[in-house]
């Protein structure tokens, strides 16, 4: 019986992956066939598409403007995100701490186009155009949830006889939470700046909705596919998949030695 749950278990896993992984490795192809048009047989191999992507000015442009849009609401998302998982873990007895973390979360679950909607709506109201503040306002407004997820939980393992040693040494609750609690939380700092950042450098919808004339990378992809799938588009998701790539094992590799280095 172990026997047969190991199997099933064990093609369940190589067939979600083989799911997962051939779509991927398909549109990596792509980009090297030589012909305006996707499709099977390849006839032929070309490194053109790709060379044509870091030759692209429009192209490099919009990597870098969707970048910096990354950066600054992952930023902002840590900055209010760490805040709020501050003030829900310090005060438990709080009557409404279980309504202030639903409100928190609920970015999270309402469904991106609603959100896009309501935030270009409230976007109006506060007289803040739309380009890029309206956009790193809309992306650090849907990150927040999960970086306050991911403190949060790593406060809760924090002892608290350290915040206290470092009371009892004359620090106040400022300096105590700069040079125990964030060196503390910087693994899962870390972890949830990285989610967020390739979580803003991947919003299509609240960049469409709320961005001016200088699109993100999603939107350039989109109105480029007006004029029909080329492997132009296989090169540019491509080299936005392998830096991305990068970014997440970089981030795994850090954050493992950082545990490492407080758990010894």
Known sequence: MKRNSRAF??????????YLFVP???MVMMGFKDSKFIGFPIRSWTLEWYLGVFRDTEVLSVFGY??????????????????IAAFLNSYRTFPGRMLVFGLTLLPAVVPGIISAISLRIYARVLGIEPGLWAIVWS?????????????????????????????DLGA??????????VPYLRPALIGAGIFCLLLSFDDFVRSFFLGG????????????LHSGMSP???AIATVALVLTAIVGIWAERSMRRMRKEQNA
Not at 66 to 83: K, N, P, R
Not at 139 to 163: D, E, G, K
């Open 172 to 181: 106040d609750p400022l300096i105590a939470f700069i040079r125990v609690t």
């Open 24 to 26: 991927l490795m398909l």
């Open 66 to 83: 969707s970048l910096l849009i990354a950066i600054l609401s992952t930023v902002l998302s840590l900055a209010i995100g760490t805040w």
């Open 9 to 18: 278990l064990a093609c369940a896993y190589w067939a979600f992956v083989v």
């Open 213 to 224: 004339y200088d699109p993100t990378l999603p939107v350039l992809i989109f109105t480029r």
């Open 139 to 167: 992306h650090a407004v849907h990150n927040v949830p999960f970086v306050v997820l991911v403190v949060i939980a790593r406060l809760s393992t924090l002892p608290p006889s350290q915040t206290e040693a470092a009371r």
């Open 232 to 234: 132009e588009i296989n």
